[in-house]
């Protein structure tokens, strides 16, 4: 079993494509881009938090 070629990721992405199709594929890339930017945006509040000391 070796790696997979460029063909095979074409194929796998055409069958993709003609089962979800373009307009909900675009909506999952919307939705993960959300979810990993609030992600970041949780971090970034958690670290400030636990940089300073509580009064």
Do not use: R, Y
């Not at 909900?24 to 949780?42: P, R, S, T, W, Y």
């Amino acid at each position: 079993m070796g790696s997979f070629s460029i063909w095979h990721w074409l194929i796998v992405l055409v069958i993709v494509v003609l089962i979800f199709g373009t307009k909900k594929l675009k909506n999952m890339g919307q939705d993960l881009g959300g979810a990993v930017k609030g992600f970041k945006e949780g971090m970034k509040e958690g670290s400030d938090s636990a940089a300073t000391p509580p009064s």
